[in-house]
């Protein structure tokens, strides 16, 4: 007999599944219904989204987030940006405690060229960002069809990773959720429907649609901002999405103004004693619709003065300026990085400093916990990668931080100025000691002081070494056997 459980409203009694997946979906409905409420004033007398053209947030779907990405320039950046710099870099997986290269260090590399996995990292980030969750496609050797991938993911060593696929939510849609209450996956996903086109041969663009069933434990599920719900999260672009209409108004807006302003319309004014014609009329039309179509560039006409329409075109700058200032008040994102090129040259030090926190915050709390992690540590479970010599593994970045060759060459040369400066000055070491001036004015770290003092006394006593040399040989004395030339004075005792 099929378990239910009873609901006391209406007396509905409801499988467990379905309860699932009530809960599941509260936190979403909560959502559509606080948006259904917005924009609504004077008791629902008036509704400034209605007038002003926003979609309210339940009509919002993820077709429209994915066109907004595709079309809209500023939409993309806004993706795009975050995902660039968070992955930018190799992806290195490494060992503490190790010196040379470990068995899970290399397997790393070899897999990660092998499926050239960064690449399927950023497409499944950048399907995350824009719906409410993607998944990443797991393709294990031990799926000899279809029906394979229905069949639960069993612990073995000797499996292999052929292929991985980052789709979109709306590719792989949640068919049923974990039922059992003692699960510890208890209303997350159990199967999902995958659906992806396949080639067809010998036809341009053709496509035929496939459908599988896959189990979770062949399916990595990812989602970004997540509030009450593990299963779907906030779309990166809802939350700027009337910034978003906006800006279309605005720019579309000053480009039809432009357009229409650059070519002005006529106004015919025909004189007080001049009796127009049907026939003057007919042909003054004609010699209009010949500007208009480029066919001619003058009017001959009688009686008749045409004057242009002056046109009135408005700067949108100021208006755009404040939507940018909003979308990256909103999204985190500098407004020179955001409108910049990709590597913010045009941002100032303060705004790139904040922002690459906010990259470096966004790796750790959401590129490795969400998706590197969960992704090695499976690969480690079924034996694709080896398990960690040490028992544990960490994740390098790449540097955020570093300066470049530019940035580099240029503080080289601030450093070498004040260095001349001071060497050329004769009370500067009686005023501060040489290690000093280092340490605090050129802002070096301290084993970068130790090793220039050390490079500092080689090379004085090389200097050393070779004048002795050169005050032996022009005295005809040699160094006693077995005693270093350095180490000899003129008088046949040591330095020391």
Do not use: C
């Not at 080639?199 to 496939?210: H, I, K, Q, R």
């Not at 009370?427 to 290690?435: F, G, H, N, Q, R």
């Amino acid at each position: 007999m099929k378990r239910t459980t009873s609901i006391k409203k209406e007396n509905v009694s409801l499988p467990l599944e379905q309860l699932a997946k009530l809960q599941v979906l509260s936190a979403w409905t909560n959502r559509l219904a606080a948006g259904g409420r917005l924009g609504y004033q004077y008791e629902g007398e008036r509704n400034i989204y209605e007038a002003l053209g926003y979609p309210q947030l339940g009509k919002i779907t993820y077709d429209n987030y994915a066109a907004r990405y595709y079309r809209q320039d500023i939409a993309k950046a806004v993706i795009n940006r975050p995902i660039q710099y968070t992955w930018k870099g190799p992806l290195v997986i490494g060992e503490s405690g190790t010196v040379e290269e470990t068995q899970l260090e290399k397997a790393w590399k070899e897999l990660e060229r092998k499926l050239k996995l960064k690449n399927k990292f950023i497409r499944l980030d950048k399907l995350t960002s824009i719906g409410t969750y993607g998944v990443l496609l797991l393709g294990f050797s031990d799926v000899k069809s279809q029906e394979g991938f229905l069949k639960p993911l069993k612990e073995a060593k000797d499996l292999e990773l052929l292929y991985v696929k980052p789709l979109a939510e709306v590719h792989a849609k949640i068919k049923s959720y974990v039922r059992d209450t003692k699960d510890p996956r208890y209303g997350l996903p159990n199967t999902y429907t995958i659906d992806f086109s396949d080639p067809v041969d010998g036809v341009p663009d053709g496509a035929t649609s496939t459908s599988l069933t896959v189990h979770h434990s062949r399916v990595l599920h990812v989602t970004s901002e997540m509030l009450e719900s593990e299963v779907q999260g906030v779309p990166v672009l809802e939350s700027i999405y009337n910034r978003l209409y906006d800006l279309e108004k605005l720019i579309g807006g000053s480009a039809e103004m432009f357009w229409r302003g650059a070519r002005p319309g006529f106004q015919g004014i025909v004189k007080d004693d001049y009796q127009l014609t049907s026939g003057v009329e007919a042909d003054l039309q004609a010699q209009i619709d010949e500007y208009e179509n480029n066919l001619r560039r003058f009017f001959v006409n009688e009686g008749i003065e045409l004057k242009d329409l002056s046109p009135q075109v408005a700067n949108p700058g100021d208006h755009v300026d404040v939507q940018i200032q909003m979308i990256s008040a909103a999204t985190g994102i500098p407004k020179r990085v955001l409108t910049g090129s990709e590597r913010g040259e045009l941002a100032s030090g303060q705004d790139l400093t904040s922002w690459y926190s906010t990259v470096q915050s966004r790796r750790e709390e959401h590129a490795e916990t969400h998706i590197l992690r969960p992704f090695i540590d499976l690969m480690i479970d079924h034996g694709v990668l080896p398990e960690p010599s040490t028992g544990e593994y960490f994740v390098e970045w790449a540097d955020l931080f570093a300066a470049s060759d530019k940035e580099q060459a240029e503080v080289g040369r601030i450093r070498a100025t004040a260095l001349r400066e001071f060497v050329q000055n004769p009370l500067a070491t009686s005023v501060l000691p040489p290690e000093a001036f280092m340490k605090w004015f050129l802002g070096l770290e301290p084993d970068q002081v130790e090793q220039i003092q050390k490079m500092t006394s080689e090379m004085m006593e090389e200097e050393q070494r070779l004048l002795l040399e050169q005050a032996l040989k022009s005295t005809g004395t040699e160094a006693p056997e077995g005693q270093p030339a350095g180490k000899f004075s003129m008088n046949g005792s040591d330095d020391k």
